[in-house]
């Protein structure tokens, strides 16, 4: 059992900081898109689209990108179908960070 890694340790952060995250978006879009979900394995899904690959191959992807990439997958399943993702400006709707920030006071995502 000693190949089992620890638990990356956790700490509270505020609701914008993750519904500002790329990571937080992506995860949604990928969900909604039926696309497999990213885990860090240090691997990207072939069907990612390839600005967002030349995005991470730029940068170094830390245990909190990770996280909320995979809150916005769960956020997703959530999430209504109709709901408008982003506004014009690529950020996340009023409405949908309503909704996070209530399914997190409510335990549906830590």
């Known amino acids: 059992m000693d190949d089992i890694p620890d638990q990356v340790k956790t700490k509270l952060i505020p609701l914008a900081e993750v519904t500002d ?12 898109h039926g696309r497999p979900p990213a885990f860090d394995d240090g691997t990207t899904p072939r069907d990612w689209p390839t600005a967002r690959v030349v995005v991470i191959g730029r940068c170094s992807v830390t245990a909190n990108d990770i996280i909320a990439y995979e809150r916005g997958r769960q956020f997703s399943v959530l999430m209504p179908k109709s709901m408008r993702l982003t506004t014009v400006r690529g950020r996340l709707s009023r409405r949908a960070v309503a909704l996070f920030a209530d399914a997190v006071g409510r335990g549906l995502i830590r």
Do not use: H
């Open 21 to 32: 995250s790329k990571f937080f978006l992506w995860g949604i879009e990928d969900f909604r």
